[in-house]
C-alpha cells in the first residue's frame, strides 16, 4: 500500500502542474472603470494561433483569426494587436446598458472575464422656488433616488422603482411624478440637497445631482437635469435655424445682382438716351420762349418807309424763282413729334414699361 500512494501522489502533483500551465485552463477575471460616454479597452493578454472571440453571455460581440477581425457597431478589436497577442476589445462609446460581463475565448475556451465599471457622474443644478426639478435616471429600472439635505445630516429614501412601480415618500407623493426621469414640482427653500441616484441590482452609486434653491420666483416652468452629454440640443437648433437665413439672404442678394446687371445693360443700349431727351427738351423750350423780333424803326412808321417795304418786297419776289412754283411746299405739322421711346428688344422686354415711364 505504501507502495502504491508514492505513484498516486506523484501523479496528481502532475495533473495539477498540467492544469496551472495549460493556456485554456488560465482565467482571469479583472474590471474596468471609465467615466460615462468615454471609450473603454477591456484588457485580455494571450497567445491564441486559432479564434478569438469576445461575447456577453451567447450574443458574439467580435471576433479575430490568422486573416481578419470582425465586431459589432460600438466594439473594436485590432488584427495586428491579436498577432502580437494583445487581444483587447474596446468599447467605444461607454453607458450604462453595457455595464456588463464579458468573456473572451480562444477556440472555444475562456481566457478572460472582464467587467465594464462606470464612474458616478456629478451634475450641479440651480432651480428657484415654485419651479419643476426634473431628474434624469440613467436606467429606467431598479433605480432608488436617496435626498441628503443641504441644512443638515439628514438622509432619505425619496423614491425606489422595482418593476417600474415607483415608491416615494409620503411627505412627497404629491409633488413627485416618475419615468424616464423624476419631477418634482414646486420646489421649495428646503428642497435643496444631493439628490444621489443608486442601483438596487448592483448596489451601486450611478450619479448625483446637487441641487440649489434660490429664494424667488421667475418665469420659467422646468429645469432639467441631465447627465453630462445630453446638453446642447436647444444651442444645435438655433445654429441651424441661423444657417437657414443665412442661406436665404445669400440667394436673394444674388437675384437682386442679376436682374440690377440685366438692367444696366438694357440701358447702355437703348436708342434713345436721358442725356438725348434733355437736351431735346432743353431746345424745344428755348424755342417757345424766344421772344419776336420787333422793329423800332421811326422811319418804317412813315409813308416814305412804307414805300421803301413796298419796293424791297418786288425785288425779293422777282428774284426767288422758287416762290414761283405751283406745287405747293407743306412744312412739318408742329403737333408731330419723334417718339421719345422706341420698342426695346425681347431680352429687355421686363423692362420696357418702366424705360417708357423714365423716357416719356
Not at 28 to 50: D, I, N
Not at 164 to 177: I, N, P
Not at 193 to 201: E, L, Q, S, T, V
Not at 310 to 332: F, R
Request: glycine share 6%; with cysteine; proline share 5%.
Amino acid at each position: 500500500m505504501k507502495n502504491l500512494k508514492i505513484p498516486l501522489v506523484s501523479l496528481l502533483k502532475v495533473l495539477l502542474i498540467t492544469l496551472v500551465l495549460s493556456p485554456a485552463a488560465v482565467l482571469s477575471f479583472t474590471s474596468t472603470k471609465v467615466k460615462l460616454h468615454e471609450a473603454a479597452s477591456l484588457p485580455c493578454y494571450q497567445t491564441c494561433t486559432g479564434l478569438v472571440t469576445w461575447a456577453h453571455k451567447d450574443d458574439i460581440l467580435a471576433q479575430c483569426d490568422q486573416t481578419s477581425c470582425q465586431s459589432e457597431e460600438g466594439f473594436q478589436m485590432s488584427h495586428d494587436e491579436y498577432l502580437k497577442g494583445n487581444l483587447s476589445l474596446t468599447i467605444t462609446e461607454a453607458d450604462f446598458s453595457k455595464r456588463k460581463w464579458y468573456t473572451c475565448k480562444c477556440d472555444g475556451e475562456g481566457i478572460c472575464d472582464v467587467s465594464l465599471r462606470l464612474e458616478p457622474f456629478s451634475y450641479p443644478l440651480s432651480v428657484h422656488v415654485g419651479e419643476s426639478l426634473i431628474l434624469d435616471l440613467p436606467i429606467p429600472d431598479d433605480v432608488e433616488v436617496t435626498v441628503k439635505k443641504t441644512d443638515g445630516p439628514t438622509t432619505f429614501s425619496l423614491c425606489k422603482i422595482e418593476g417600474h412601480k415607483a415608491w416615494c415618500e409620503s411627505g412627497y407623493k404629491q409633488r413627485v411624478s416618475v419615468s424616464s426621469n423624476l419631477r418634482l414640482k414646486e420646489v421649495k427653500n428646503d428642497d435643496g440637497g444631493i439628490y444621489i441616484i443608486r442601483d438596487i441590482k448592483n448596489d451601486e452609486v450611478i450619479g448625483m445631482y446637487t441641487v440649489t434653491v434660490n429664494g424667488t420666483k421667475r418665469d420659467v416652468s422646468d429645469v432639467e437635469g441631465t447627465p453630462p452629454g445630453h446638453t446642447g440640443s436647444v444651442a444645435a437648433t438655433l445654429a441651424a435655424v441661423l444657417g437657414a437665413l443665412l442661406v436665404v439672404a445669400i440667394l436673394v442678394i444674388i437675384l437682386l445682382f442679376v436682374k440690377n446687371q440685366k438692367l444696366k445693360k438694357c440701358l447702355e443700349h437703348a436708342p434713345v438716351g436721358m442725356q438725348q431727351v434733355q437736351q431735346q427738351e432743353q431746345q424745344e423750350e428755348q424755342v417757345k420762349h424766344e421772344p419776336e423780333a420787333v422793329l423800332h424803326i421811326a422811319v418804317m412808321e412813315t409813308e416814305d418807309g412804307q414805300e421803301i417795304i413796298e419796293q424791297i418786297k418786288i425785288q425779293q419776289d422777282e428774284a426767288d424763282p422758287l416762290l414761283e412754283t405751283d406745287s405747293p411746299v407743306n412744312p412739318p405739322s408742329a403737333t408731330e413729334e419723334p417718339p421719345l421711346s422706341v420698342p426695346v428688344s425681347e431680352s429687355c422686354s421686363q423692362y420696357s414699361d418702366s424705360q417708357t415711364r423714365v423716357f416719356n
